[in-house]
């Protein structure tokens, strides 16, 4: 059973920092690309960071680029995605997505997950 829960959201100010984590089961994260999606009420959900650890390719949105690293902890079974210089624009919803179709890290955050968890609210305030 795949399951994936996003943690770490909170309130920020711009130019704040804040740290999610992705715990997951079910699956070994070397055989799948894994990323970060974000989702605003009103707006299609959009994928923001992907990692592919066997292809060891990542590949992030132009807006997040230079701001936010995707990692993962293969013992751990987590993946992390560290944001920095937070901006307003940056504010909500982030879920952690697998993609169990053996996609590309790029694949991934374009065509979104085949399995996601429950999200964790972000919060940048001006």
């Known amino acids: 059973d795949v399951q994936l829960q996003a943690s770490g959201g909170g309130l920020v100010q711009a130019g704040g920092s804040l740290r999610l984590s992705c715990a997951f089961s079910?699956?070994?994260?070397?055989?799948?690309?894994i990323g970060w999606f974000r989702q605003v009420p009103g707006k299609e959900r959009e994928g923001v960071a992907c990692?592919?650890?066997?292809?060891?390719?990542?590949y992030y949105k132009d807006s997040v680029k230079d701001r936010f690293t995707v990692s993962s902890d293969a013992a751990k079974n987590t993946v992390y995605l560290q944001m920095d210089n937070l901006r307003p624009e940056d504010t909500a919803i982030y879920y952690c997505?697998?993609?169990?179709?053996?996609?590309?890290?790029?694949?991934?955050?374009?065509?979104?997950?085949?399995?996601w968890g429950r999200g964790t609210l972000v919060t940048v305030s001006s």
């Open positions: 997505g697998v993609d169990l179709g053996h996609s590309s890290s790029y694949a991934l955050c374009q065509r979104g997950p085949s399995n």
């Open positions: 079910g699956f070994t994260i070397d055989d799948y690309a």
């Open positions: 990692i592919n650890t066997s292809e060891r390719t990542t």
